[in-house]
């Protein structure tokens, strides 16, 4: 799990934007200041866990007493119905944090849920899943990390991680010679090049330059059989588009060794979780 310093911040601006101005008018108004409470956090739905810390947070910020334990952890695997954590605390905090927790752990475990549905697709050839910048501002790093407990791989973090030399740049640059040679020129020997083709001559072309890995994008299994095979294991092979759960088995069977899968991180669904008193 990434460190308090990085998660506390969006669990503590989730509950500000939640509580507004004057707090939580309903469990305020209701729930005596000195109740105590259990409540079970639960699965609705089969899944794989990521984000609990972050969403328990929510509770320990409101109740630093609370007191929690945890059936299964990040990276775990629940069943329907099956309890994830159980919380201890003030009624008033595990009412007013519920649904910030519920929706932190409800995003991030859909996010290591679908992205181990695609791991177990290609279980078997030598490609691994990756996640992109396609992220929900301000979650990438919790985003990222929920892919990498679903068993894939993180692709940058951000556009200062790596070069990706896309087909805007290539345009503005004139081509992927130009561009490839003015960014090799401004950065050191540890900045790693990435170039993204959409066809096999422009590849043809990458393969005279001094790239380290490149991009297939939107090719057909076919397709990415040849690409692979001209290059010849001189670069990392990437490919991206149009990767679903029916097609990521026919991609990583072409021998790429990554599939970017932009929708396991800006359109998995959430898995259902709820928290029962």
Known sequence: MPTPLIF??????????????AGDLTTDAIVPADTVATAVIAARKDGRVAGLEAALAAFRILDPSVEIGVEVPDGGDVRTG????????????????????????????????????????VEGTNARIV???????GLRALEKHAVRLG???????????AILIKDNHIAIAGGIRPAVERARAAVGH??????????????????????????????????LRRAVDMVAGR??????GNVTLQTVRPIAEAG???????????????LDVGLDM
Do not use: Y
Request: aromatic share 2%.
């Open 8 to 21: 506390e911040p969006i669990v503590r601006n989730a509950l500000l934007e939640d509580l507004g101005r």
């Open 82 to 121: 099956g309890t994830i954590a159980t919380v201890r605390g003030k009624a008033r905090a595990l009412l007013t944090g519920e649904r910030t927790a519920l929706n932190l752990l409800g995003r991030l475990s859909g996010i290591a849920t679908a992205t181990r549905a695609l791991v177990q697709a």
């Open 131 to 137: 996640c992109t910048r396609k992220t929900t501002p």
């Open 151 to 161: 068993g894939g791989a993180n692709h940058r973090f951000g556009l200062d991680d």
């Open 190 to 223: 540890m900045v790693k090049i990435e170039v993204e083709v959409d066809t096999l001559p422009q590849l043809e072309e990458l393969l005279s330059l001094k790239a380290d890995a490149v991009l297939l994008d939107n090719m057909d299994p076919a397709t």
């Open 235 to 240: 670069m990392i092979t990437e490919a991206s």
């Open 256 to 270: 790429v060794d990554m599939i970017s899968v932009g929708w396991i991180t800006h359109s998995a669904p959430n």
